[in-house]
């Protein structure tokens, strides 16, 4: 489609209402058909979309969902990993004024059969074989699937209620695109974009209705916060199906900057040096395995090495210190930081590809320490704070306004208070979502009498307005003693360590604090092999008593923040990770802590046994 029929479908009437995502995306591709909208690298080989190219896919695939009988207000699943698809996909069904309801890639058939009976979903897409196989199984005359659309044309299909996403946008090019751009008119921005599923920590997922003016929220507050353009690259490894880098995806969009896809979480790094973003949002577990890995070499070299780190990391603090706050910088001050960045702090950005404009932290704490470590190398972390059900960013710091160790200030439009009695953070603002799907009581449960959204954290906020939150309320143990722990807290201190992978804390009506522990296997072997530690199994490994006293002595080591009652007075370490598929993790990777406990109640009495 031509770019000049582009335009005129945008603008026909003026009546389409621009805070629309699916509105919006089409405007910003009049702006930018040229540039790149979508990338990633395929067997060697970068594969990229401009926003013209964008437009014109997703109105063909629009034209094709609506011969298959979607219409507005239906839901529309979409069971993939992350990839352009992906983005394109959600911009058709949102066209149609349809509903996207994402599911993780990860899920099992059993979780995503859950989310397709509650939402109703009667089109899904699926990203690879494994996810058609899965909703295929259960697709029968009582399920409300009844379309499945394969996204790889690797998939082997069965049936005629199986499509190549391919094969409908070809049959769709050119075939009644204007049509389906009409639909748009008339288009409201609080309609329903989006249903996303929670996580699920204590029982069933529910169904978080956001609107598009929910998410044009994000878009215009992180827009007005920090400085993006059409020049950026931005990577989406987060799962897109998380609201996290769903909501950032649309703020890329906006700009007319290009999206890159990763769509396995362990070649993060190795996508990272390919793609050198310059703005990206991220989990905090990406930062702590950097910063876990340099530290552990670190340590391992000697007195000299470690010393000319430290100061490099020390000038590297004072001089970024200024430049972010636009104050002025010594000439010495300014020879001395070129000598750190030759040496030492260039190749901790290099390990992350390059300058960044900004990085995001979200979906957990980040140490203060890692944020620190991160600002002397001239990245600015900017840590921030939310929920599915608020679209998701409540707080976050920014370019021109931060603070370690907080999650920042408000958005714009959010306003923040804490429960006098509680100590919960709760909110009001335009990107809260009306409800949960189907679930009035829910609903009902999640608001205060007066309106504001129970976001189940604790937390406080200080003179300056910078949010600071301390752990879930569900989490929070109480000693038999009587002392209030935030197991998160420890979490973050003690499992930053290089050598841990993942830790569980207990300590709820007990006497001291435990911990459940998963070593970090790959860097533990190395260890064992260079210490001529001998073992066979995994099993055999955590039960070395030298092995468990390195544990003891680098817990000890990383609790030196910790008061001496929130200290591990004792831990097991498992010989295999928590998992999704054991029930232990969330499709978001947050551990189920009382599925945990359940499951591994044995060994807990026996920490305690004595």
């Known amino acids: 489609?031509?770019?000049?029929?582009?335009?005129?479908?945008?603008?026909?009437?003026?009546?389409?209402?621009?805070?629309?995502?699916?509105?919006?995306?089409?405007?910003?591709?009049?702006?930018?058909?040229?540039?790149?909208?979508?990338?990633?690298?395929?067997?060697?080989?970068?594969?990229?979309?401009?926003?013209a190219e964008l437009i014109q896919r997703v109105n063909a695939l629009a034209f094709a969902l609506a011969g298959l009988g979607v219409k507005q207000g239906a839901n529309v699943g979409i069971f993939s990993a992350n990839r352009p698809e992906w983005a394109i996909a959600d911009f058709s069904i949102l066209t149609l004024r349809a509903v996207t309801v994402p599911i993780y890639g990860t899920n099992t058939g059993k979780q995503a059969e859950y989310i397709i009976n509650d939402a109703s979903v009667s089109?899904?897409?699926?990203?690879?074989?494994?996810?058609?196989?899965?909703?295929?199984?259960?697709?029968?005359?009582?399920?409300?699937?009844?379309?499945?659309?394969?996204?790889?044309?690797?998939?082997?299909?069965?049936?005629?209620?199986?499509?190549?996403?391919?094969?409908?946008?070809?049959?769709?090019?050119?075939?009644?695109?204007?049509?389906v751009v009409e639909s748009l008119t008339g288009a409201e921005a609080d309609e329903l974009c989006s249903i996303i599923y929670t996580s699920g920590t204590t029982g069933d997922p529910k169904g978080v209705m956001l609107s598009h003016n929910n998410f044009y929220h994000q878009i215009e507050s992180?827009?007005?916060?920090?400085?993006?353009?059409?020049?950026?690259?931005?990577?989406?490894?987060?799962?897109?199906?998380?609201?996290?880098?769903?909501?950032?995806?649309?703020?890329?969009?906006?700009?007319?900057?290009?999206n890159n896809y990763c769509d396995d979480l362990k070649k993060v790094l190795e996508a990272m040096k390919d793609v050198k973003p310059t703005a990206m949002v991220s989990v905090p577990r990406l930062y702590e395995k950097i910063y876990a890995a340099v530290t552990d070499r670190l340590e391992r070299g000697g007195l000299a090495k470690r010393t000319i780190f430290k100061l490099a990391l020390w000038i590297g603090r004072r001089y970024n210190s200024r430049r972010f706050k636009n104050r002025w910088i010594s000439p010495f001050?300014?020879?001395?930081?070129?000598i750190a960045?030759?040496?030492?702090?260039?190749?901790?950005?290099?390990?992350?590809?390059?300058?960044?404009?900004?990085?995001?932290?979200?979906?957990?704490?980040?140490?203060?320490?890692?944020?620190?470590?991160f600002f002397s190398a001239g990245l600015l972390i900017c840590q921030g704070y939310g929920l599915s059900e608020t679209s998701p960013v409540l707080a976050c710091n920014t370019p021109s306004a931060f603070r370690f160790g907080t999650v920042g200030k408000p958005l714009d439009g959010v306003s923040l208070r804490v429960d006098s009695e509680t100590g919960e953070i709760q909110a009001k603002g335009p990107n809260v979502m009306s409800g949960y799907y189907k679930r009035p009581d829910d609903t009902k449960e999640?608001?205060?009498?007066?309106?504001?959204?129970?976001?189940?954290?604790?937390?406080?906020?200080?003179?300056d307005g910078f949010v600071k939150i301390t752990d879930r309320i569900k989490d929070i143990i109480i000693t038999s003693g009587g002392k209030n722990i935030a197991p998160l807290r420890i979490e973050t201190i003690v499992g930053v360590d290089h050598y841990i992978e993942q830790i569980c804390t207990i300590g709820d009506k007990r006497k001291f604090v435990s911990a459940l522990v998963v070593p970090n296997f790959a860097a533990l072997e190395e260890y064992a092999a260079e210490q001529k530690i001998e073992f066979s199994t995994r099993e055999e490994l955590v039960k070395n008593d030298r092995i468990r006293d390195f544990f003891k002595n680098r817990i000890?080591?990383?609790?030196?923040?910790?008061?001496?009652?929130?200290?591990?007075?004792?831990?097991?370490?498992?010989?295999?990770?928590?998992?999704?598929?054991?029930?232990?993790?969330?499709?978001?990777?947050?551990?189920?802590?009382?599925?945990?406990?359940?499951?591994?109640?044995?060994?807990?009495?026996?920490?305690?046994?004595?």
């Open 1 to 51: 489609m031509g770019i000049w029929k582009l335009k005129n479908y945008y603008y026909a009437g003026n009546k389409m209402n621009n805070r629309h995502l699916a509105v919006m995306i089409r405007e910003v591709a009049a702006r930018f058909p040229e540039r790149i909208a979508l990338q990633i690298r395929k067997d060697g080989k970068l594969i990229s979309t401009s926003y």
């Open 123 to 179: 089109v899904i897409f699926a990203g690879d074989q494994e996810q058609y196989d899965k909703v295929k199984s259960y697709m029968n005359d009582l399920s409300p699937l009844k379309k499945i659309i394969a996204m790889d044309d690797s998939i082997q299909l069965s049936g005629e209620d199986s499509f190549y996403m391919s094969s409908l946008i070809s049959q769709g090019i050119g075939a009644g695109s204007g049509e």
């Open 222 to 258: 992180i827009n007005a916060n920090f400085n993006l353009s059409e020049n950026d690259r931005s990577l989406a490894f987060i799962p897109l199906s998380h609201v996290y880098e769903r909501a950032w995806s649309y703020v890329v969009f906006s700009n007319g900057a290009q």
């Open 333 to 338: 001050l300014r020879f001395r930081y070129s």
């Open 341 to 373: 960045d030759s040496l030492i702090l260039s190749k901790i950005r290099d390990v992350v590809g390059g300058d960044k404009n900004f990085f995001s932290a979200g979906g957990a704490p980040l140490s203060r320490d890692i944020e620190e470590f």
């Open 446 to 463: 999640a608001f205060t009498e007066d309106g504001w959204f129970r976001t189940g954290d604790v937390g406080l906020i200080d003179s």
């Open 556 to 610: 000890a080591m990383n609790s030196g923040d910790l008061s001496q009652y929130e200290t591990i007075k004792r831990f097991t370490l498992l010989p295999r990770e928590f998992t999704q598929e054991s029930g232990e993790l969330t499709p978001s990777l947050k551990i189920k802590r009382q599925e945990i406990m359940k499951r591994f109640a044995g060994i807990i009495e026996m920490m305690y046994a004595e």
